[in-house]
């Protein structure tokens, strides 16, 4: 079967630095996501890594390492604004999204 | 990014009444656009892929005469909820495929059945 697996909850300092990790097992693999979503708010884009290695946008960062299946978000700088839930999210090999359960960030002053 | 919106994006209705949602994607043609539900604390749940001018395709479990989803023009997709119960109630959220790895979501419809 298909499965997406990510840490449930996760606690960091307001400036530090954290990284949330996702496994997955797919039938293919056409690129995997990263959303963040607010409470009460759709999920908004972070990014995409279809090819191995390390992807890095303004304070986060997506690495991806298809022979694992492993994909780490790191977040630098951290602000209170970073609170919410990191969505990870394989496509497959029918160009579906194959959703993890989400970690939930708690960011503390 | 493209633009997707959702309509309405609150709504309460009683029980046994029937509730449409409307996504629209506003700046691009979307072939297939996907209907998602989420409850509380939970992740997103894939009900089912809307293909322009085709039958959508449900997921295992989400009952397709319950959900009537009608994908009448490139740019809309509607999802009807069809003799609504409490256990309805949840965040509807809809997305649209503009690429065949981008998609892009409306920001929600928050259902309460009372």
């Known amino acids: 079967g298909q499965n997406i697996d990510q840490p449930t909850e996760m606690t960091a300092t307001e400036g530090a630095i954290v990284q949330i990790n996702c496994t997955y097992q797919t039938s293919g693999f056409n690129g995997l996501f990263w959303y963040q979503q607010h409470a009460g708010e759709a999920p908004t884009f972070l990014s995409y890594?279809?090819l191995d290695g390390l992807e890095e946008k303004g304070r986060f960062s997506s690495f991806l390492s298809r022979s694992k299946g492993y994909s780490y978000l790191l977040l630098k700088e951290l602000q209170m604004k970073d609170s919410a839930s990191y969505l990870c999210a394989v496509m497959d090999s029918n160009y579906q999204l194959i959703w993890g359960a989400g970690t939930k960030l708690i960011i503390k002053p | 990014g493209a633009v997707v919106s959702q309509h309405p994006s609150r709504v309460i209705c009683k029980s046994g009444t029937s509730v449409k949602i409307e996504c629209r994607s506003l700046?691009?043609?979307?072939?297939?656009m996907f209907w998602y539900r989420q409850f509380p604390k939970q992740s997103l749940m894939l009900m089912a892929t809307?293909?322009?001018?085709?039958?959508?395709?449900?997921e295992q479990g989400v009952e397709k005469d319950k959900f009537l989803i009608n994908h009448a023009s490139l740019t809309l997709s509607t999802l009807t909820v069809t003799s609504a119960h409490p256990e309805d109630s949840s965040f509807y959220i809809c997305?649209?495929?503009?690429?065949?790895?981008?998609?892009?979501f409306g920001p929600g419809t928050r259902l309460t059945v009372l």
């Open positions: 700046d691009f043609q979307a072939t297939t």
């Open positions: 997305s649209a495929r503009a690429t065949e790895t981008e998609q892009f």
């Open positions: 890594n279809v």
């Open positions: 809307s293909n322009e001018g085709s039958k959508a395709t449900y």
